[in-house]
């Protein structure tokens, strides 16, 4: 007799807690995204989701979660955001799909690191990356029942 997998799955949309090291000591973070959105996530929201459905795996069973950020913004908005928090010039610079790679070159990686940093952006650029707040684990509408919720701290 067959097993049947019990598998819950986590989509997260793009990091937002790692965009400041793109900008690099320049403050000048490139890609071909456009005015493409985005709901990027934090990585301690993901953490969060997560331990919530670790304490009720049943609740999760053969679900699948796309976690997304609480709002959707353009890699401009992202740069603007870091400036204002850290209190330096960054900026972002719109590029071509071609200068995305040479740009990217000054990193030594393999080729499929450049294809996943370039495609990164041409999905935002896209509309193919989440842009609307699907499954924030701290969203508190009725929209986000589905979503896997953060248990109370003692």
């Not at 690191?113 to 508190?140: E, F, I, K, L, N």
Request: charged share 25%; net charge negative.
């Amino acid at each position: 007799m067959a097993s049947v997998a019990r598998q819950t799955f986590l989509r997260d949309n793009i990091y937002i807690d790692v965009m400041e090291h793109f900008a690099g000591d320049h403050g000048v973070m490139r890609g071909p995204a456009g005015e493409g959105r985005a709901a990027l996530v934090a990585r301690a929201d993901v953490t969060r989701g997560a331990s919530s459905i670790m304490r009720d795996l049943d609740a999760h069973v053969n679900r699948a979660y796309t976690l997304t950020g609480p709002e959707s913004l353009t890699m401009s908005e992202v740069a603007a955001t870091i400036a204002d928090v850290r209190g330096r010039d960054v900026t972002f610079v719109n590029e071509t799909v071609d200068e995305a790679y040479e740009s990217r070159r000054r990193w030594e990686t393999e080729q499929s690191q450049y294809d996943a940093s370039v495609s990164t952006d041409t999905a935002m650029a896209s509309g193919a990356s989440p842009s609307t707040p699907d499954c924030h684990p701290y969203r508190r509408d009725d929209d986000a029942r589905s979503c896997p919720r953060p248990h109370a701290h003692p």
